[in-house]
């Protein structure tokens, strides 16, 4: 079984800062992509930032040069680093990753989401 976790999300003003976390446990034998979403309340849940096992991202044009993403292959862990925050980022962030287990099958896994608030 194959878990996700996150943490690190909050309430700040705007123009703060926050760090997201997200690590994965379980039977794992590889990660592939490793994804940011985030999804506000009545608006469908959208891709923020996008990392490759090989370090390669994208981003959501609304938060270029303003949110990183990174990962931490030794710890199974992707993070986000969200500077300039704006009250229009306020939502539930959620991570997702494609896992190859220990069983060599590949599956999409979400984690429980973490809301950040950003206050005007």
């Known amino acids: 079984q194959v878990q996700l976790v996150e943490s690190g999300g909050g309430l700040v003003q705007a123009g703060g800062s926050l760090r997201l976390s997200c690590a994965a446990s379980g039977s794992i034998f590889s990660i592939n992509l490793m994804d940011w979403y985030r999804q506000a309340p009545g608006k469908q849940r959208e891709l923020v930032a996008h990392i490759t096992s090989g370090g390669s991202t994208e981003y959501a044009d609304s938060v270029k040069g303003r949110f990183t993403i990174s990962r931490d292959n030794a710890k199974n862990t992707v993070y986000l680093q969200m500077n300039s925050l704006k009250p229009e980022d306020t939502s539930v962030y959620y991570c997702?990753?494609?896992?190859?287990?220990?069983?060599?099958?590949?599956?999409?896994?979400w984690g429980q989401g973490t809301q950040v608030t950003v206050s005007s």
């Open positions: 997702y990753a494609q896992i190859l287990g220990s069983d060599y099958t590949l599956r999409g896994y």
